[in-house]
């Protein structure tokens, strides 16, 4: 497909913009004040029409002045949504819902979009094949932190047809219609949980070689990354429990990872633990323990032993970086394996993990940002 779109940013209709579509803007967010106002600013400031472009905030319960911030800009429409548990389907939906046009753009409100994002990502919907398609998205500040650093890493994947996408990308309203849109319940995964709904019915994703959003992560703190991780963890297991009633293999081989590497990790040193913690340990078992302990580390830290290397040559990092990236690789899978057990202790009991409203806010990694 990738030969035939380029044209299309060239011609007449789409340099002058008569004939470009009209596109609704949903930004979601709780407690956002911070960054809302410049993800609208992004938005009315790029190349494309701003009368083609409609913007709806959907907010989820903010306390502090994001509404207020809104309404400072003329037509965007705003939602206040007031739910005890606030999800991103939830606003979402609600935004998407509110609108007409035949194109909508999902955004994080901590976002800035790239001027000329739009024009190109309709460029490339003129194929009726495509439901979604996304670009690049980018953090401002990755030298600011190692956890945004890793954030930038990860964001995106190679250019073509895609098996899922994020919370920002360019969706034809036919096929959020046919599938009824986001999950609300889901707390995380719900994006790519839509992705392959949407695929099942019969459209394709396609990401574009082209810079889609500039994003700051903020995270600055051990706390904020595991917290990360555990939602990561959890939203796998929620998306890979939908899927496999289905017969789908999405997902199947990361929550394997996650199990056999954090999870055998946790059992070897557990057990090692509680053979040296016996009243009279033998000598057969204190060496058997050691040898425990000592075969959960290459299982937890197999990619910093041995893909270094891999990730040097996939990702272009020197070698102090690819090592930087190895580590996260590999203890990311003992947060992202609690989040995990939280999600089928939840589906066990009929408690669900849901957000608290008071919990949820967006800021900048520094406060010059």
């Known amino acids: 497909m990738n030969e035939v779109h380029p044209d299309n940013l060239n011609s007449p209709a789409y340099r002058n913009g008569r004939d470009l ?80 046009s035949p194109f ?20 490339w919907m003129r194929d009726a094949r495509l439901g979604a398609v996304i670009g690049f998205r980018r953090e401002l500040h990755p030298e600011r932190s190692v956890y945004n650093w890793i954030g930038d890493l990860e964001w995106n994947g190679p250019v073509g047809e895609s098996d899922c996408f994020g919370g920002d990308v360019l969706l034809r309203r036919e096929a959020l219609e046919a599938t ?37 992560l903020a995270m600055t703190t051990v706390k904020q990354y ?45 057990l090692a633990t509680a053979m040296l913690l016996a009243a009279r340990p033998s000598l057969i078992a204190t060496l058997a323990a050691a040898a425990l302990s000592v075969a959960g580390v290459p299982l937890l830290f197999s990619p910093r032993l041995f893909k270094v290397g891999k990730f040097m040559r996939e990702n272009k990092l020197t070698r102090k970086e690819a090592k930087i990236y190895a580590l996260h690789c590999s203890v990311t899978v003992l947060p992202q394996l609690f989040g995990v057990a939280r999600y089928y202790a939840g589906a066990l009991t009929g408690r669900p993990l849901k957000n608290k409203r008071s919990a949820l806010k967006t800021g900048l990694s520094h406060p010059e940002a």
């Open 226 to 270: 595991l917290k990360r991780a555990y939602r990561s963890g959890y939203g796998f297991a929620a998306v890979r429990a939908r899927e496999a009633k289905l017969g789908s293999d999405f997902w199947k081989a990361d929550l394997r990872k996650i199990a056999i590497k954090g999870g055998g990790f946790i059992a070897a040193e557990s």
């Open 104 to 123: 909508v753009q999902f955004l994080d409100s901590d976002t800035i979009v790239d001027p000329e994002w739009f024009r190109k990502a309709v460029a």
């Open 21 to 100: 579509p009209e596109i609704d803007c949903i930004l979601i967010g709780v407690n956002s004040a911070k960054t809302l106002g410049r993800c609208i600013e992004s938005i009315c400031s790029g190349s494309y029409p701003a009368e083609k472009l409609h913007i709806i905030y959907a907010d989820g319960g903010s306390t502090d002045e994001s509404i207020a911030v809104a309404k400072r800009f003329a037509g965007v429409t705003v939602l206040a949504l007031t739910p005890e548990y606030p999800t991103p389907g939830l606003g979402r939906n609600a935004g998407w819902k509110s609108g007409n």
């Open 180 to 216: 009824g849109g986001y999950d609300e319940t889901l707390v995380g995964g719900e994006d790519p949980e839509l992705s392959r709904r949407i695929i099942r019915a019969g459209w394709k994703i396609e990401r574009i070689d082209a810079v889609m959003t500039r994003h700051d």
